[in-house]
Nanobody, 125 residues
Framework: QVQLVESGGGSVQTGGSLRLSCAAS????????MAWFRQTPGKERKFVAV????????YLADSVKGRFTISADNARNTVYLQMNKLKPDDTAVYYC??????????????????WGQGTQVTVSS
């Protein structure tokens, strides 16, 4: 059972930056894809970014390309989401997720069996 704990959320103004962290309970990077999703009230959870550390690949949603970066520190069992040029539309609860590597990229939330508790990101105009 993989356990994930997010941190780093908060409130910023438009154009600001935040870095989210996701600490995994065990070494997952060699066999798991690690992803970030976000969700607003009443809406479905949406894909943001995914990283396959062992395959050296990342994939981001079009809405965040050029602004967000996903990275991983294998020694720390931690995945990061660096968010720059934040907009009010980025306001959401951000979740970290993990799944065993199969197809690439996997962007559907139902394909991920392991989830963190979420961290709130609020961007004010």
């Amino acid at each position: 059972q993989v356990q994930l704990v997010e941190s780093g959320g908060g409130s910023v103004q438009t154009g600001g930056s935040l870095r989210l962290s996701c600490a995994a309970s065990e070494r997952t990077f060699s066999t798991y894809d690690m992803a970030w999703f976000r969700q607003t009230p009443g809406k479905e959870r949406k894909f943001v970014a995914v990283i396959s550390w062992s395959r050296g690949r990342t994939y981001l949603a079009d809405s965040v390309k050029g602004r967000f970066t996903i990275s991983a520190d294998n020694a720390r069992n931690t995945v990061y989401l660096q968010m720059n040029k934040l907009k009010p539309d980025d306001t959401a609860v951000y979740y970290c997720a993990a799944r065993p590597q199969v197809l690439w990229p996997t962007v559907g939330p139902n394909e991920y069996p392991y989830w963190g508790q979420g961290t709130q990101v609020t961007v004010s105009s």
